[in-house]
């Protein structure tokens, strides 16, 4: 039988990982490589709420855990360099540090959830923000003058098109969806890259593969790129089948000596090309900051 999900240890990983610096939350807004809305510049919201600034303008987000299904189409489209401007009166009381009160995180589809019992029960309409490493956006903080129940947030990088979560925790609980570059995503492909299962101890990427291919020959090796921890996978993808497939999408997920996922990837998009019966396909994953903790690799070739 071919192996679908194939994971090897990382000798040494967990030890170079925790040697390797990270930035701490209170000092996120310093980075002076991010130039961040100012208040001045933009009209301040009378509702309490949720709100993007982009391009200048103050747009109310919200809506329901739904909304994307019922608009596609229509999803408010803002910009990659959009930053959130949010207004409750638990800003200027709670003591929750930000960066857990208020979580910026992408959105996956569900393809599944799995009962305690092992039931499968397919889900084909429901997203969710899943919590999972690699699904979590960075944020930095700057505070609005004279107003300690606003503050302003900007994620640390710009964000890629698809579909986001913002989370505001607290007796002011609001939970908002939006689209970035929407327009310009395929929903099918969207989901596919951003998939996962739910189980009862919570959610896990898609273990849906390509059943014609094959992973083999998977090997790893810790490595420092530009003095920042790296990672390099490298394997062979075998068409197993019986005639000629257009080759597919790698999934990459790092996981825990007890098999949990600690960090998910973006899919890798290999070139549109046929690979013919029994043929190879030899690739290669570069990881520049493996997440702490990381012992495993797991690489699926996916539908």
Same mark, same amino acid.
């Given at each position: 039988? *071919?192996?679908?999900?194939?994971?090897?240890?990382?000798?040494?990983?967990?030890?170079? !990982?925790?040697?390797?610096?990270?930035?701490?939350?209170?000092?996120?807004?310093?980075? /002076?490589?991010?130039?961040?809305?100012?208040?001045?510049?933009?009209?301040?919201?009378?509702?309490?709420?949720?709100?993007?600034?982009?391009?200048?303008?103050?747009?109310?987000?919200?809506?329901?855990?739904?909304?994307?299904?019922?608009?596609?189409?229509?999803?408010?489209?803002?910009?990659? *360099?959009?930053?959130?401007? @949010?207004?409750?009166?638990?800003?200027?009381?709670?003591?929750?540090?930000?960066?857990?009160?208020?979580?910026?995180?992408?959105?996956?589809?569900?393809?599944?959830?799995?009962?305690?019992?092992?039931?499968?029960?397919?889900?084909?309409?429901?997203?969710?923000?899943?919590?999972?490493?690699?699904?979590?956006?960075?944020?930095?903080?700057?505070?609005?003058?004279?107003?300690?129940?606003?503050?302003?947030?900007?994620?640390?990088?710009?964000?890629?098109?698809?579909?986001?979560?913002?989370?505001?925790?607290?007796?002011?609980?609001?939970?908002?969806?939006?689209?970035?570059?929407?327009?310009?995503?395929?929903?099918?492909?969207?989901?596919?890259?951003?998939? @996962?299962?739910? !189980?009862?101890?919570?959610?896990?990427?898609?273990?849906?593969?390509?059943?014609?291919?094959?992973?083999?020959?998977?090997?790893?090796?810790? /490595?420092?790129?530009?003095?920042?921890?790296?990672? @390099?996978?490298?394997?062979?993808?075998?068409?197993?089948?019986? @005639?000629?497939?257009? #080759?597919?999408?790698?999934?990459?997920?790092? !996981?825990?000596?007890? *098999?949990?996922?600690?960090?998910?990837?973006?899919?890798?998009?290999?070139?549109?090309?046929? #690979?013919?019966?029994?043929?190879?396909?030899?690739?290669?994953? *570069?990881?520049?900051?493996?997440?702490?903790?990381?012992?495993?690799?797991?690489?699926?070739?996916?539908?």
């Amino acid at each position: 039988m *071919n192996t679908r999900n194939f994971m090897i240890p990382l000798s040494g990983l967990t030890t170079v !990982l925790a040697l390797s610096a990270c930035t701490l939350p209170q000092d996120a807004g310093t980075d /002076t490589s991010t130039s961040m809305a100012q208040p001045q510049q933009i009209p301040l919201p009378q509702y309490y709420g949720l709100y993007a600034v982009d391009q200048g303008t103050l747009v109310r987000i919200g809506g329901s855990a739904g909304l994307e299904l019922q608009n596609w189409a229509s999803q408010q489209d803002l910009g990659p *360099n959009t930053e959130f401007l @949010v207004y409750s009166r638990d800003l200027a009381t709670a003591n929750e540090p930000l960066d857990s009160a208020l979580v910026l995180e992408r959105v996956a589809k569900v393809q599944d959830v799995r009962a305690v019992d092992g039931t499968v029960i397919p889900t084909p309409d429901t997203w969710a923000a899943p919590n999972l490493p690699g699904y979590e956006i960075p944020l930095q903080f700057e505070p609005v003058s004279d107003h300690s129940d606003m503050i302003i947030a900007a994620p640390v990088a710009p964000l890629t098109p698809g579909l986001y979560s913002l989370k505001l925790r607290g007796a002011d609980s609001w939970n908002s969806r939006f689209g970035v570059a929407w327009s310009s995503v395929s929903p099918q492909q969207y989901a596919s890259e951003y998939c @996962v299962e739910q !189980l009862p101890a919570g959610f896990q990427p898609c273990s849906a593969t390509r059943e014609s291919f094959a992973v083999r020959a998977l090997r790893s090796a810790v /490595t420092n790129n530009g003095g920042a921890p790296a990672l @390099v996978i490298e394997g062979e993808l075998v068409n197993t089948s019986t @005639v000629s497939e257009i #080759l597919p999408a790698l999934s990459t997920s790092l !996981l825990d000596d007890q *098999n949990q996922v600690v960090q998910v990837l973006p899919a890798m998009t290999l070139p549109e090309q046929s #690979l013919e019966p029994g043929g190879v396909y030899d690739f290669r994953i *570069n990881v520049t900051n493996p997440a702490p903790g990381a012992a495993r690799v797991r690489v699926s070739p996916t539908a």
